[in-house]
């Protein structure tokens, strides 16, 4: 069975970085390609990011180039997202995502003073 | 970037009724097109990829259709389990769009 884990949400000041992981399990890790989607609260959901199976190419929604960082570990199943710079609006829930059909329970960013 | 829009925002329906849910895009996305299901407090839930092929486990009565810039979810005879928020996905294009969702509910 497919099993995405996130970890590393909580609330955090404007200008401030947090690092968010998702341990993937059931499937061949290092062949999917995996995407990071937010869901602010009472929003529809936005894409944030995705990353090849390779790690070699790497797109990002336009709210958060030059701020988010995703990269992948394969030696270790995992998913990460690097956030700076956060703002007010980028409070949401964050999901990874295994290609896109299946998402994982989520955690939950605040962004606030 | 493509912008995706859903008709109706809401769709009153009954039990056993059929629902036609609309999703329009800006640009043509050939057929690089997903359903979500998602309802209150869970995870948005993959219904539809590719405009018209169902995901494993998505029951019969859901059906898609359209390619380029129109696409239809239909609900063949709505169950108490579908009533939910719809939304429709591209992939064609980067960045990746979201409708912001159609509403089924009674």
């Known amino acids: 069975e497919v099993q995405l884990v996130e970890s590393g949400g909580g609330l955090v000041q404007p200008g401030g970085s947090l690092r968010l992981s998702c341990v993937a399990s059931g499937f061949t890790f290092n062949t999917y390609a995996m995407s990071w989607v937010r869901q602010a609260p009472g929003k529809g959901p936005e894409w944030v990011s995705f990353i090849s199976d390779s790690g070699v190419s790497i797109y990002y929604a336009d709210s958060v180039k030059g701020r988010f960082t995703i990269s992948r570990d394969n030696s270790k199943n995992t998913l990460h997202l690097q956030m700076n710079s956060l703002r007010v609006e980028d409070t949401a829930i964050y999901y990874c995502a295994k290609d896109m059909t299946k998402w994982g329970q989520g955690t939950l960013v605040t962004v606030s003073s | ?106």
């Open chain 2, 1 to 106: 970037e493509i912008v995706m829009t859903q008709s109706p925002a809401t769709l009153s329906v009954s039990p056993g009724e059929r629902a036609t849910l609309s999703c329009r895009a800006s640009q043509s996305v050939s057929s690089n097109l997903v359903w979500y299901q998602q309802k209150p407090g869970q995870v948005p839930r993959l219904v539809i990829y590719g405009a018209s092929t169902r995901a494993t486990g998505i029951p019969a009565r859901f059906s898609g259709s359209g390619s380029g810039t129109e696409f239809t979810l239909t609900i063949s005879s709505l169950q108490s389990e579908d009533f939910a928020i719809y939304y429709c996905q591209q992939y064609d294009n980067w960045p990746w769009t979201f409708g912001q969702g159609t509403k089924v509910d009674i």
